[in-house]
């Protein structure tokens, strides 16, 4: 009688009764195991009612399906340890610092920054003085163009002041024309126009131009004696100069 051959453990490493290759034991490398199922196949010569029994090859199927079930887990492992391979170029990591060199060049850069700031900031003041006195420039030139464009209008009104004057002078600024000739006086005012050169100012050749000269004990300084014609300044521009008679003292 064939003796059946005992179904052996999936863990054991030793030869299997069917004829089974022992199994190696799994490693981190990824290794795969292999089992191959060889079967103990029946003699064929045996004679005839010494045939092995048809449920022998039963056991060996199990354990080939055991061992695969333990390979394809050990697989399964290893791939989710491994896990896939980095397609690019390996990453290496670069070397530290030393610590008292990054300081240095720390402090360096920093240095530099600052010497940077500081001519930024020259150059800050620098530009924004220019821009000032710009500013100023432009201001005294707009107020100098603005003045003697008022001057010029206003110069061109002295000789209707002179006739208003003459006719005062005579008593005709009497009634409406009187009127007019107040309001006209009043509007040039607000303009800073401003008459001067009356009888007994003290002489002034900067403001005054002599048409006649005379002495006289009753002065005792150059004095003008009689305006011949008033003079006019806006601000303190001077549009037109006084004709005086000058006194002086004896």
Do not use: W
């Not at 005839?48 to 333990?70: M, Q, R």
């Not at 000032?132 to 209008?153: I, P």
């Not at 521009?237 to 006194?247: C, M, N, S, Y």
Request: hydrophobic share 35%.
């Amino acid at each position: 009688m064939t003796q059946k051959p005992r179904a052996a453990d999936p863990g054991d490493t030793g030869s299997t009764p069917g004829g089974s290759a022992p199994t190696k034991p799994a490693t981190g490398d990824g290794e795969r195991v292999v089992i191959r199922n060889n079967r103990k196949l029946t003699d064929t010569s045996e004679p005839e009612g010494t045939a092995t029994d048809a449920g022998s090859d039963v056991p060996a199927e199990g354990l080939v399906e055991d061992a695969e079930i333990v390979v394809d887990e050990i697989e399964a492992e290893v791939n989710a340890t491994d896990g896939p391979e980095p397609s690019g170029p390996p990453v290496v990591d670069a070397p530290a610092q030393p610590v008292d060199g990054g300081g240095t060049s720390l402090g360096a850069e920093l240095e530099a920054l600052r010497a940077e700031l500081d001519e930024r900031t020259r150059d800050l003041q620098r530009v924004s003085a220019e821009y000032a006195n710009y500013r100023k420039r432009v201001d005294r030139d707009r107020s100098l163009v603005q003045e003697q464009a008022t001057g010029s209008v206003l110069a061109a009104l002295l000789p209707i002041l002179d006739d208003l004057d003459r006719a005062r002078e005579h008593g005709d600024l009497v009634g409406p024309f009187g009127t007019v000739a107040e309001q006209l006086t009043t509007a040039l005012g607000k303009f800073g126009l401003n008459a001067f050169g009356e009888q007994g100012d003290p002489f002034d050749p900067t403001r005054h131009e002599a048409v006649a000269h005379q002495t006289s004990a009753e002065v005792s300084e150059p004095t003008c004696v009689q305006v011949m014609r008033r003079g006019y300044q806006l601000g303190e521009r001077l549009l037109r100069p006084a004709l005086v008679a000058v006194a002086d003292p004896e």
